[in-house]
């Protein structure tokens, strides 16, 4: 991409093919020159933004929990699963974006995953939620947002999944798409989340490592006073349990009492939930969680997943406040329980027991923990809409950390 500075009218000129005597006042002009100066900004933040590299929990020297983290400690350490993010950095007030997750590869229509969702607290929006109640399937991929985004992304993901081949016939899709209110840092009125940005996220989502931090739909976030964002873990089980995985990931963005593998960080930073003397100290906000398994699990047993990671929430401290949307979304990959559109026979699966559930309970629960520590530990200081908000401080919570003994 070409960007074209101030003072390179010439050059600008001569690519647009107009005359230099005509150029300042051609209207064509004048409009490349605007959106290059809004790409400027944007690179220049974009580039603000890289330049401080932050670690995970592990790379503090810390972990919580017993059980060990998959490959990339990320959501997509369950196969199949993968990833995108479309960040939206405009000017100075837009500060937003979107983030898909994808349960496979192929026509989530034709080829359903069993899904449920869990409400901790229902101050949100989340489309597509009652029919995923009703039947226990997931049939799109989930996509997360801002609040007044929703209606536009849902849009754009329905376009998408008519377009699928095998869909051209189809009249019904329950698109499902999730939403925190990032109106502290960006204009949420503007509604900026465009189709393109939707298909850009789905198209490039990837089973790689996942971005954290300010990226996607966490690119104007708060969480505890903080810089939220996007985060994800992940727990693999030992053999002799099954060796399924669970992956999480978080877009944080609600308030209470910062607490790190049980430090009380929040106290000790002097931020939290009713400090009065503090502008920051409210809690409200919201959460979206989405947990993803390869174990062979229905809709029944996601649902208890999905209110496991509602304790891995409250170990973060959150204070589930009246205007905080708290949700779980999970879903399972493990192909035999597929469930393919229109099929009408007995289906022969299989199916872990109750009795079996437990550790992938706790799986979900220190994997939900952790997403929302790398969310914040992982995301930079953001300006805009007229804010400052600052990113977790690094050195002062290492050392609370050690402190507490939470160090390796």
């Keep these: 991409m070409l960007i074209y500075l101030p003072g390179r009218r010439q050059d600008l000129c001569k690519s647009l093919k107009i005359q230099p005597h005509l150029c300042s006042s051609h209207p064509t002009y004048n409009r490349a020159m605007r959106i290059a100066t809004v790409a400027v900004l944007t690179l220049a933040f974009t580039i603000t933004a890289a330049a401080e590299t ?9 972990s919580c929990g017993i059980l060990q983290p998959g490959a990339r400690n990320a959501i997509t350490d369950v196969e199949g699963v993968r990833v995108g993010h479309t960040t939206v950095n ?3 007030n837009i500060r937003t974006g979107v983030t898909a997750i994808l349960p496979h590869g192929g026509n989530l229509f034709q080829e359903k995953v069993p899904a449920a969702i869990f409400v901790g607290n ?10 995923v109640e009703e039947l226990g399937e997931l049939e799109s991929p989930i996509l997360l947002t801002s609040t007044l985004n929703v209606a536009r992304v849902s849009d754009a993901l ?11 016939n189809v009249r019904s899709i ?8 990032d109106g502290t840092l960006s204009d949420i009125r503007a509604r900026p989340v465009s189709a393109a940005d939707v298909m850009n996220a789905i198209k490039t989502a990837s089973a ?19 810089k939220g964002g996007i985060g994800t873990s992940s727990r693999k089980l030992p053999p002799n349990l099954g060796g399924y995985t669970v992956g999480v990931l978080v877009q944080s963005n609600y308030g209470g009492i910062l607490t790190i593998c049980g430090a009380p960080v929040g106290i000790k930073l002097g931020q939290h939930y009713l400090k009065s003397e503090l502008p920051s100290s409210k809690a409200d906000g919201s959460i979206m969680i989405v947990v993803a398994t390869d174990a062979p699990v229905d809709a029944r047993n996601l649902e208890r997943m999905g209110a496991r990671a509602m304790m891995g929430l409250a170990r973060t401290g ?20 597929r469930i393919r559109h229109g099929e009408k026979l007995l289906r022969n699966v299989q199916l872990l027991p109750n009795d079996a559930m437990s550790p992938l309970f706790l799986a979900t629960v220190e994997a939900t923990e952790e997403a929302i520590y790398n969310s914040l530990l992982r995301a930079t200081t953001t300006t805009g809409n007229g804010t400052t908000i600052k990113a977790l401080p690094l050195e002062q919570t290492r050392e609370i950390l050690k402190r507490h003994g939470r160090s390796f």
């Design 174 to 181: 329950n698109t499902v798409v999730g939403e925190t209110n």
């Design 54 to 62: 932050r670690p995970r929990l592990r790379e503090l020297g810390v």
């Design 208 to 226: 790689a490592e996942v971005a954290e931090g300010a990226v996607g739909a966490g690119t104007g976030t708060v969480a505890f006073g903080f």
């Design 318 to 337: 959150a204070a589930g406040t009246n205007g905080s949307g708290d949700y779980a979304i999970a879903f399972s990959t493990a192909a035999g329980l």
């Design 122 to 131: 229902g101050f949100g929006k989340l489309t597509g939620s009652t029919q």
């Design 158 to 168: 329905l376009d998408y999944m008519l377009a699928q081949p095998g869909n051209e």
């Design 90 to 92: 405009r000017g100075e």
